[in-house]
């Protein structure tokens, strides 16, 4: 399936910290700052396609956007294949960019509509040094194709498509460098749920058919683990656990992945009550940024923040007394 | 019964001409009773719920009939309606933070529905406001009622709004997709709240949702529209254990699921749902449907009981429970 | 009897009189175009200064009156020495500054002095420097000894510049002005109008009609129409909008006069520039132009043509209007005998007044018949003083000189047109030192041939004084030698 | 979007239809004036001063005889180019500088923006006159003067509708894909910022045409014997109450231009853009 | 739009709520950020204005002197009035006593330019008021009536009414109300100013036909501001709350979308105050008011450096001035705003 690289993980996050600068709450107050991604940690080999779960506002975008080098990380970094990102010269990255492509939440918003087809797709190739206008053509028609479009589609705008083409021509544009990492950001969250199979299917088909690593980023957990073999739960900014899907979602250790679990709407008439009681403040300055809504946080979680520590079965979870 | 809508039918002008966005849609509902509207973008469940409050579009059209407590909501001029909206029938909207206004605070949009419908006084209806702040859960309610929306999450935002609607105690209660634009945990919890809340009152409740998930944890009774048009209906418990309309079947085999098989191929159904500008003029599903047969595309299917309140529109039930 | 019925008749007709006019108008409203910097007329040269102050704030030792003549004012009587050069006035004795000072001939001395001071900033500054002595002995008499025999010292000491000023409040008449004149400022809003009201000290106080005068400052010609239409003014001496004079003169609720000035419109010609140099382009300019269409054009046919630098009414006036008839063929033949390639490129500086900027006009596209292509460009006032009059930075520019006999800036080399030429000097000292005044006509005559026949500048008409007031209005001037209102003439009917 | 469509769409909008015969009448005027005038626009011919409308004058003559026919075609002229440069002037920069400030963000785009709104605070007009009395009275200088008072407002409309761009996941795509910032800005910011800069275009065409009028109606614009629509309202206020009619003619030349572009702006934004709203 | 962001911050990473907010404080925060900025601006325009009014071309001195003045004569005066020394000398000087409140010496009057400014803005500040009261009043009034009437007759004829007062220059306009009011009906003065001590009827007499012109023309513009604002509003989905809430169309459009549409409202006519000062100059040309624009006008056909100066400042300084305002206000109706102060 996929060419086994010597050693070095597909990608690799160490230590990486975002921080945004939030406005002045005082008149000569400094300015607050917003750790978005605080000191996340993690590897993504290839052919283990990895997934990171968690709330709006968790930092699961940021992070993704800082694996893909959009965005530069306060501390810590991002290896592609062995090679830091943000410490490479433009040219250098502009290489690596071969190597990974991202697919978007919105179709509508991810392909400009004043182009056609064939200029999107083909963005990230016209990118690339020496590929003659001939090879372009042939490489946008084989990666429509690949996604159920026909190369007539080409010549078209995004406007003539609905929702799941539009998404495939997405696809499509990821695919055409023949990357070996792609980064989807809620690639099926916009979508209605009879098209969201369809997308879910080409992307396990594509997986299959190229050996294409995903690093998918959702709030759904049954999307993730549909495509995952590990996975990631990120709350405020932190991993609270990580491990191989079908364990950590079989029997969660962190009650924050818990919580997740038997939120999740199932198709079944009888539900167990929400858990924790709602709160939405903002975690104390120290301890589990989670202990505020567990259900079974103690003393010590206010005053310790939990380190990310591994488990026996492959999973590391971040709790001082795990499920 | 404290509401019955029969053969409900809304015409919407749009630059295209007129089009029909729900296509008879009959459904009934008693007091404390739960109903839940499922169907995906452009398929109508919307346009039905504001058809109930009065409030569709400006140059809509609707036929047929909603019967709320006896009186035909569709033959009230906009006085009788003013007075129900709000008071007997209340609704809730997808996007707390649009449906808010920004300008003023919490407390003030809450207590606006009690000093119209209930006559209380400026203060009386502030406290009262912050009572039911309390009510939905909000830690703190004097100071959040003093709050304008933005300065509250999306959750808080949500529960605002469920006071508001609770206000003035009404029978009916339409929720449109109240939690989809919230966190999973966060949309469990509002839910309960919801649902605790009418269950508490005795309140009907019309929960509009994409998520069949959602709808199947909450609600008694289903509503699966399609196209304009109600598919299938009846007790939750019913439609989920025997799924009588292909439509229906394959949404319910689309969704991967917690625990499934991983890289199992889905269920997907092919191709897109047809614009409203597109509608063939029988059974909007024709085409999508495995089952399709000339037949399909000709006519209306009439619906098919399939005892109890059980209810498909399709002609070819037959054939789809051969197919299950 | 007889007595009885006389008296009763004038009762009734004062009593109709009154029972005509409720009250019996006592105030005037005029237009005028350009607001005044200041109101010392000894200081600035703005001819608004003189508008608005002189005869009515300010008064000098002689009037000029409307139709040219000179006659006592501050001074009773005159007497000039044989030799020409002493001029000896016998004061009145009963005038009175607007402070309560008693005016003698100390302050005529005062107010000369310091008008030929260095550091003097009035206009006529040459002119009062020419006095040699003045001779303030007696308080009633004042006698002025000119380094040369002066004729027209009578006239320029009736002039706004020659006013007689209280030597207790010379600095603050710019703003504050106290003269012996019957009128006192009484408001200035600054912008818009300017408020004079009779001062009841007045040695005449008694033959003053006009209790008020406002002088409101509408610059725009059909703001002036409106105005006069809508009764807002009821008098406009000097008025741009001559093309609506004929609506005037057929309604009967205005009167329309038009005279003259000293204003001497002429196309300035930079004689320094080649190839304005050359006397045959010169020429060929005053061929190419027809006077007539200017005036029609520009002036509603206003205006008579004047073929030299002097006014019809000056003495010594000589009629050149033939020695350049319209002749653009003979104009191209000017420039060809020149050797001017067409179309020669000329600028035309052009100051605001309507004269300027439609007779431009008129004058570019006459020009541009004979090969002369003259671009326009319209400036404001400072600009054109800073730069055709300071910097001499310019081809063709038009102009009124409207100071009276002011032939003599033709003598100064150095003046905007730099015309420089030893005959003419001659001409000019020979004028100044005329023993008398047909020796000083005969030596105008030439000056002004002289400039005729060297086409200095295209002379093209005199300045017209058109006055639209309200038929009821009595007192106001046909021509204006100069630039006055004077009120105490002024009556309602 | 397909042409047919546009077209098929653009029939049934009669606003834009009115503008575009309006704005294409100003056009045809200025055209033929080029080529054809009943009369030398700048002809003066004293003794048919004033004529009523008549056979031989159309619409009659001004006060030193000019046709008024010929100055209002050739009137249109200078409202063109006026139009045309000074959209032209505030187009380029402004378009620059809402790009940089778009894609540079931070510092730099605060700087620009500030700076913009600082220009605000100077009134075209008052901006005009300040630099014609500096440079003087004439066409140029008062293209200028409306060019540069332009700059802000492109800039703005750029760099606002910019960063709505940059903000969508196309752009970040474009990112992902390796394009370098300017290659972002020229392919995707600015073909998705071009339908709203045509009807600011539109619009600011407009203003410049009514600034001009300002300007040379206060004697600060075209100088004679040019002929202007501005000039020739000012020249015939001064025979408003001889020939009202002087003072009819420019004034709606003046606002059947004005209106037809702002007709033609308001069509376009509805046919090109129907999100974008008004923003006058 | 000074200063004010119309599009909300770009986006903006999710945050967490502080809780601890106090009104006050942001509502501090944000005034004390806008002044500070309202100083710079302040700072910068009068450099721009004194820098670009010092190379105007022509000589004050020679101006005031008139045409026969002597070169020594007009020297001695330049010096007199510190024209001959260094520009920043000139600067300091100037802004030092304006910031004392000494506007310096008009050359053209020969008097102090404080007094002179403020009996313009005698004539000036009450046009302005007056047109901006005409401008609200009238696009108020038919904005609301012609959103609440969107695509019906009453709505296409204010909009066409609007398209027009947009394409009418104002001094046309200022020009056909003379004819028709002054001249022909004699309803009104064609122009001028008697003056406030003629009495209030007379003067603002004097002054309902400019602000007519002035005010009307711009009321074309914040009628489709308004009228826009006000349809943005009513497609938001509080409309909706608020109707769902059992309010009728009416108290819908006062209570919750009107307060909405002011924001924007509100900018446009901070905006617009800039063009009305513009289109004052215009005006009082027109009908010969003695007002700032005009002496800024005259100002600058005399040479008058100082008075231009001061006037071009001033006005510059009022706008700037109208728009802080203008934010103030806003704030104040949009609590979302104070957030926005960084």
């Known amino acids: 399936m996929s060419e086994q690289q010597g050693g070095a993980p597909l990608l690799e996050i160490a230590d990486l910290v975002k921080t945004y600068r939030l406005p002045r709450e005082r008149l000569f107050g400094p300015r607050p700052q917003l750790r978005a991604v605080d000191g996340v940690s993690f590897r993504v080999t290839a052919g283990r396609s990895f997934g990171i779960v968690g709330e709006s506002g968790s930092g699961k975008s940021t992070l993704a956007r800082a694996a893909i080098a959009l965005e530069w990380p306060t501390s810590g970094q991002a290896r592609l294949m062995g090679s830091a990102m943000n410490l490479a010269p433009r040219a250098a990255l502009r290489k690596m960019r071969a190597h990974m492509q991202m697919i978007f939440q919105d179709p509508y918003g991810s392909l400009d509509p004043r182009q056609t087809v064939a ?205 | 019964m404290l509401l019955e809508v029969a053969e409900l039918s809304v015409d919407l002008p749009t630059s295209g001409g007129v089009r029909r966005i729900v296509r008879s849609a009959s459904f009934a509902l008693d007091h404390g009773q739960t109903l839940g509207i499922v169907g995906e973008s452009g398929s109508g469940k919307t346009m039905t719920a504001l058809a109930l409050m009065g409030l569709l579009p400006d140059g809509a059209t609707t036929s047929g009939a909603i019967l709320f407590e006896g009186r035909d909501l569709l033959k009230l001029n906009e006085a009788q309606m003013r007075d129900l909206r709000g008071d007997r029938v209340a609704m809730i909207f997808q996007e707390p933070m649009t449906a808010l206004n920004p300008l003023h605070s919490i407390g003030r949009q809450i207590a606006e529905p009690l000093i119209l419908h209930r006559g209380l006084s400026n203060a009386a209806a502030h406290a009262e406001a912050v009572r039911l702040l309390e009510r939905v859960g909000l830690p703190d309610p004097v100071r959040r009622a003093r709050a304008y929306p933005h300065q509250l999450s999306g959750g808080q935002r949500q529960r605002a709004m469920i006071a508001m609607a609770l206000g003035c105690a009404p029978r009916l209660i339409i929720a449109d997709e109240p939690t989809t634009a919230l966190d999973v945990t966060v949309q469990a919890q509002i839910l309960d709240l919801i649902a605790d809340l009418g269950a508490q009152s005795d309140m009907a409740l019309i929960l509009v949702s994409h998520d069949l998930a959602v709808i199947a944890q909450n609600c008694e009774r289903v509503l699966v529209m399609y196209g304009g048009m109600a598919m299938e209906s009846g007790r939750t418990d019913d439609v989920l254990a025997r799924p009588a309309h292909p439509y229906t079947k394959a949404l319910l085999q689309a969704r991967p699921r917690v625990g499934a098989r991983r890289g199992e191929r889905l269920q997907a159904i092919a191709g897109a749902a047809p614009s409203a500008g597109a509608m063939p003029k029988g059974c909007p599903f024709a085409g999508r449907c495995p089952l399709t047969i000339a037949a399909c595309g000709e006519a209306l299917p009439a619906p098919v009981m399939l005892g109890g309140d059980h209810m498909a529109r399709c002609i070819r039930i037959d054939a789809a429970e051969r197919a299950a | 009897m007889h007595h009885t019925l006389r008296v009763i008749v004038a009762a009734s007709a004062a009593m109709l009189a009154f029972g005509a006019l409720a009250a019996p108008k006592d105030s005037v409203t005029i237009g005028m175009v350009l607001e005044p910097p200041g109101l010392d007329p000894t200081a600035g040269a703005a001819a608004a200064i003189g508008e608005i102050t002189h005869y009515n704030i300010f008064e000098g030792l002689t009037k000029i009156n409307s139709d040219f003549t000179v006659t006592p004012l501050l001074a009773e009587s005159w007497s000039l020495s044989p030799d020409s050069k002493t001029l000896t006035f016998k004061l009145r004795k009963d005038v009175h500054f607007q402070d309560g000072e008693t005016f003698t001939s100390k302050d005529v001395k005062f107010s000369f002095e310091r008008a030929a001071a260095a550091d003097s900033t009035n206009k006529e500054k040459a002119f009062f420097a020419s006095i040699e002595a003045i001779d303030a002995s007696d308080p009633a008499t004042v006698s002025l000894k000119f380094k040369q025999p002066s004729f027209d010292a009578l006239y320029h000491l009736g002039m706004n510049t020659a006013v007689i000023v209280d030597p207790k409040n010379v600095a603050a008449n710019a703003t504050n002005p106290v003269g012996t004149g019957p009128y006192k400022l009484a408001n200035w809003s600054k912008g818009s109008s300017i408020t004079l009201e009779k001062w009841d000290g007045y040695r005449d106080a008694a033959k003053i009609a006009i209790k008020k005068a406002t002088f409101r400052i509408i610059s725009d010609p059909s703001a002036g129409v409106a105005a006069l239409l809508a009764g807002d003014v009821d008098a406009f001496p000097r ?211 002289k400039l005729a026949d060297d086409s200095v500048n295209a002379f093209l008409f005199q300045l017209p004084n058109p006055t639209v007031a309200d038929a009821k209005l009595n007192g106001l001037w046909k021509d204006a030698p100069i630039f006055a209102n004077d009120l105490s003439a002024m009556s309602w009917k | 979007m397909s042409d047919d469509r546009f077209f098929a769409r653009a029939r049934r909008n009669g606003g834009f239809v009115l503008g575009a015969i309006l704005v294409a009448a100003l056009i045809a005027a200025a055209a033929l004036s080029l080529v054809w005038t009943p009369y030398p626009p700048a002809a003066i011919d004293v003794p048919h001063k004033l004529l009523e409308p008549s056979f031989a004058h159309w619409l009659g003559t001004d006060s030193l005889g000019h046709d008024v026919v010929s100055q209002l075609l050739a009137g249109a002229r200078i409202s063109i180019l006026v139009g045309i440069i000074a959209v032209g002037i505030g187009l380029v920069f402004g378009v620059a500088l809402g790009l940089v400030a778009a894609s540079v963000g931070g510092v730099v785009e605060d700087v620009i923006m500030n700076l913009c709104d600082f220009t605000f605070a100077f009134p075209a007009l008052l901006l005009a006159i300040m630099l014609t009395a500096v440079l003087g009275a004439g066409v140029v200088n008062a293209i200028l003067a409306i060019g540069v008072a332009n700059v802000p407002i492109f800039a703005k409309v750029t760099r606002a509708l910019g960063n709505g761009v940059l903000a969508r996941d196309y752009a970040m795509a474009a990112r992902a894909a390796g394009k370098g910032p300017v290659a972002i800005a020229l392919e995707h910011v600015l073909p998705n910022v071009a339908p709203a800069l045509i009807v600011q275009a539109t619009i600011q065409f407009a203003i410049a045409i009514l600034a001009e009028a300002a300007l040379s109606y206060l004697g600060l614009g075209a100088q004679p014997p040019q002929a202007s629509w501005g000039r020739m309202l000012s020249d015939a206020q001064q025979f408003m109450f001889l020939a009202p009619r002087l003072a009819v003619f420019p004034g709606v030349a003046i606002a059947m231009a004005v209106l037809g572009l702002n007709l033609l702006g308001d069509g376009l934004r509805d046919l090109l853009d129907p999100r974008l709203r008004a923003r006058r | 739009m000074l200063f004010i962001r119309l599009e909300m911050a770009g986006a903006s990473p999710a945050m967490t709520m502080d809780l601890n907010w106090t009104p006050t404080d942001e509502m501090g925060l944000y005034l004390f950020q806008r002044f500070i900025l309202l100083l710079a601006t302040l700072a910068f325009a009068s450099i721009v204005v004194f820098g670009v009014l010092e190379i105007l071309p022509g000589n004050a001195a020679q101006v005031m002197l008139g045409a026969s003045a002597t070169p020594e004569t007009v020297a001695a005066l330049a010096h007199k009035l510190g024209l001959d020394q260094g520009v920043i000398v000139r600067y300091a000087a100037w802004i030092g006593g304006v910031l004392r409140g000494d506007f310096g010496l008009s050359y053209a009057y020969d008097s102090p330019i404080g007094p002179l400014i403020a009996e313009r803005l005698a004539v000036s500040a009450p046009l302005a008021l007056l047109a901006m009261l005409i401008t609200t009043a009238v696009a108020l009034a038919a904005g609301v009536f012609a959103a609440q009437r969107r695509g019906k007759s009453g709505d296409v004829a204010v909009m066409a009414a609007s398209q027009i007062g947009l394409a009418v220059p104002n001094f046309w306009f200022a020009i056909l109300l003379v004819l028709v009011f002054a001249v022909h009906w004699r309803l009104a003065p064609s122009g001028g100013f008697p003056g406030w001590e003629a009495g209030l009827g007379r003067a603002l007499g004097a002054l309902i036909l400019p602000a007519l012109a002035l005010g009307l023309v711009q009321a074309a513009v914040l009628t489709r501001v308004t009228r826009s604002a006000l349809l943005d509003v009513l497609n938001e989905d509080f409309i909706r709350t608020a109707r769902a809430k059992g309010l009728s169309r009416r108290a819908t459009l006062w209570r919750h979308a009107l307060p909405n549409a002011l924001t924007p409202i509100l900018t446009i006519m901070g905006l617009q105050f800039a063009n009305l000062i513009a289109g004052a100059i215009v005006v009082e040309y027109v009908f010969t008011l003695p007002g700032l624009g005009r002496l800024v006008f005259q100002s600058i056909a005399n040479r008058d450096l100082l008075v231009v100066e001061d006037c071009v400042m001033l006005l510059v300084a009022i706008v700037i001035g109208v728009n802080f305002f203008v934010d103030i206000a806003c704030a104040a109706i949009d609590p979302r705003l104070r957030r926005r102060a960084a």
């Open chain 3, 239 to 449: 008025f741009q909008g001559v093309d609506s004079l004929a609506q005037f003169q057929s309604d009967p609720r205005f009167q329309v006069m038009v005279g003259g000035t000293e204003g001497k419109t002429i196309l300035s010609i930079n004689n320094k520039k080649k190839p304005l140099d050359d006397v045959r382009v010169r020429r060929a300019i005053a061929y190419a132009i027809d006077r007539k269409a200017i005036i029609d054009g520009a002036m509603s046919g206003l205006g008579t043509p004047i073929g030299s630098h002097l006014t019809p009414n000056d003495p010594g006036y000589v009629d050149l209007t033939g020695e350049y008839p319209h002749d653009p063929a003979k104009a191209k033949a000017l420039l060809k005998e020149a050797s001017v390639t067409t179309p020669l490129q000329l600028s035309l500086i052009l100051p605001p007044p309507a004269y300027a900027r439609k007779g431009g006009e008129i004058i570019a596209a006459q020009l541009a018949e004979v090969g002369i292509e003259a671009k326009i460009e319209n400036v404001e006032w400072a600009q054109w003083l800073s730069g055709v009059y300071k910097e001499k930075n310019f081809d063709l520019t038009i102009i009124s000189h409207v100071e009276p006999l002011d032939i003599g800036i033709y003598a100064n080399p150095d003046y905007y047109f730099q015309y420089d030429n030893k005959d003419f000097r001659d001409i000019i000292a020979k004028l100044n030192a005329a023993p008398d005044l047909e020796t000083y006509k005969k030596n105008m005559a030439d000056a002004e041939r």
């Open chain 1, 119 to 323: 200029r999107i797709v083909g963005e990230p190739l016209a990118c690339l040094d020496g590929i003659s206008r001939a090879d372009g053509a042939a490489r946008i028609a084989e990666a429509l194709q690949a996604v159920g479009l026909s190369a007539t589609d080409a010549r078209k705008y995004p406007h003539e498509f609905s929702g799941g083409q539009r998404q495939r021509v997405a696809i499509a544009r990821a695919l055409i460098t023949r990357p070996r990492l792609v980064v989807a950001d809620e690639p099926v969250s916009a979508l209605d749920v009879s098209i969201q199979a369809q997308v879910l299917n080409l992307m396990t088909d594509l997986q299959q058919q190229f050996g294409i690593t995903y690093l998918l980023i959702s709030h759904d957990l049954a999307v993730v683990e549909h495509i995952c073999d590990e996975i990631a739960v990120m709350y405020r900014g932190r991993f609270v656990e990580t491990g191989p899907s079908e364990i950590l979602l079989a029997s969660p250790a962190h009650p924050y992945t818990r919580a997740l679990i038997d939120a999740a709407p199932k198709l079944q008439t009888a539900r167990r009550r929400a858990p924790a009681p709602a709160s939405d403040s903002p975690g104390p300055k120290t301890g589990c940024a989670y202990a505020s809504r567990c259900a079974f946080a103690q003393s010590k979680c206010r005053e310790e923040a939990p380190a990310l520590r591994p488990l026996v079965d492959g999973r590391h979870v971040a709790c001082h007394f795990p499920l």
